[in-house]
């Protein structure tokens, strides 16, 4: 996909929208040069902001690169569709994904409306 944020966004929007899927995650385009714009373009679509797994991708990342800080990700939602900023390297998305894994299904869930927030199972005690 070129690296122009309505193109991004009209796309990220329209798969969001159509609610065909739940996670959306976007590979690279999202470091300092001129034509990284995948932040901005993810930014245009989301209703809600989710830092959570941008945050611990760029902190975690800095263990094995101190340039993992440079990455200017944005993780948040969109009707019930996640949407994820990866890097743009096979080994960047690698090392994220497995950073993140765990929390992802349950997130699905509460989005998908098959599970309630946490903080739900509290109200019932």
């Known amino acids: 996909m070129p690296d122009e944020i309505d193109i991004i966004s009209k796309k990220l929007a329209d798969i969001c929208d159509r609610g065909g899927a739940n996670l959306v995650f976007t590979t690279g385009g999202t470091g ?5 714009v995948t932040p901005e373009a993810t930014k245009a679509v989301l209703e809600k902001d989710a830092p959570g797994f941008s945050e611990l991708i760029r902190m975690e990342g800095q263990k094995k690169t101190p340039r993992s800080i440079l990455s200017r990700g944005v993780s948040g939602i969109r009707k019930s569709t996640l949407i994820i900023n990866l890097p743009g390297s096979i080994k960047g998305v690698k090392d ?11 997130a699905i869930d509460i989005l998908s ?4 927030e946490c903080g739900e199972e509290l109200k019932n005690i």
């Not at 300092?32 to 990284?36: I, K, L, P, T």
């Not at 409306?113 to 309630?116: F, L």
């Open 32 to 36: 300092f040069s001129e034509r990284d």
């Open 96 to 106: 994220s994904l497995e950073l993140i894994y765990k929390p992802l299904p349950h």
């Open 113 to 116: 409306g098959r599970d309630s």
